[in-house]
Each structure stands twice: as C-alpha cells, then as structure tokens.
C-alpha cells in the first residue's frame, strides 16, 4: 500500500529491507543528507520510526541505544554541515523560483519560522519536514553565535532522532503495529504533516486578523480626521 502512495526510496520499509545488514548506516545517512546537504524530500520521519520497529521485531540486530546514538550523531552533524553551509554561501542558493528543492519561498517561510520562535525553532524545526532542512541554512546565513547553536540543535537531534525511533521501537511490540506496519507508516506520515496544516491555518488566522484590525482602526478614527484623508 505504501509502495501504491509513493516511490520505492520513499517508503522506509522497502529502504530497509532493500539496505538489509546496512539498513542503520542507510538511515543514518539518509538523516543527515535530510538535515544538513538541502534535500528536503526525505522519509526522514517515517525511516526512523521504522528502524525501531524494526529492531523490535528483529530485523535489524542492533542495540537500541546504540542505534539511538548513531541516529543522534547523524542528524546533530547533518544540522553543523548546513549552518556552515549558510554561513559560507548565505541564501544564494535560492534564487530559482521554478528550482525543484531550493525554491525561494522555502527559505522565507523557513525564516519566519526562526523569528517567531528564535533559537527554540532549532528544536521545533526538527519536527517539520522542509523546515528542518532549511533551518540552519537561515541560522547559519543569520550568523547565529555557533555555541548556541550546537546547544539548541543537539537538544532538536536528540528529541527527534531518539525519540521516534524510540517510539517506533516502543509501537513495534503492539501486535496491531506489529501486524500493520505500513499503514502505521502511512500515519506517521501523515501525522508529520500536521504541524505545516496547523501553522497554515494559524497564518491565514493572523493574515484575516490584521486585516480585520487595520479596517477597525480606520472607523475608530473621528469622521475629522479621515476626511483629511
């Protein structure tokens, strides 16, 4: 069913099974081209999930915290390789409207991003497909101070890398899971796209909103003073 929704490299179970023994080492440098090398069209989410489901049914053969570890690394290294990518080339990349990965209004909304929330969009980001591609590039073009930096991505790879695939590890020993792995699959991905449709629905919220507020504003105005107008 999975295999029917996307392409062979996108679904993980098919990823892992077609990487067998190399399937950890597969993942973790699927993760860090995801997090780092500005590719954002990656089942970065769903792999991870699926590598802890995996090694509770047993087909990969690693020790959980080690594979935690691994997946850490790659995604807190992926994330140093694009700030010191937005620190030398700033968004340059970006130019090309019609560009199939770099299109410019990622970067914008990936700036955004940052400023609403500033350094904690580092960990929030993560969480986000595209955003979490593009969030360094904007820290590093920023210029953000690389101490802080580290701090807060190390704490987003952390939660994001261990933390799915410890609750794919977790959802792997629930017979339901176990016996349905693509649809949970399927979910996952699904559920990874709920933060873009809620920021979406927020946006237009504040776009409505300030409209809204500059027509209020304006009748609030003495009929004076907007005759001058």
Known sequence: ?????????????????????????????????????????????????????????????????????????????GNVSGYYIGRGLGTTLFKNPNAKFLKPKYIEQTHDFFERYGPRALVLARFVPIVR??????????????????????????????????????LGKVKVIHDHLESALILLVLISLVPMLVEFVLAKRRGRGSVADGVEAQLEQPTSHRRKH
Request: glycine letters at 10%.
């Open 1 to 77: 069913m999975v295999a029917m929704l996307m392409p062979n490299w996108m679904d993980p179970e098919y990823l892992l099974n077609w990487l067998g023994d190399w399937s950890l080492w597969g993942t973790a440098a699927v993760v860090f081209i995801e997090c780092g090398l500005l590719f954002p069209i990656l089942p970065g989410d769903s792999l991870l999930f699926a590598v802890g489901l995996f090694i509770a049914r047993g087909n990969i053969d690693v020790p959980l915290w080690l594979a935690c570890v691994i997946l850490t690394v790659s995604a807190f290294l």
């Open 133 to 170: 591609t593009f969030i360094t590039v904007v820290a590093g073009a920023g210029r953000m101070d690389p101490r802080k930096f580290f701090l807060w991505t190390g704490i987003g790879a952390v939660l994001w890398a261990s933390g799915i695939t410890l609750l794919g590890h977790a």
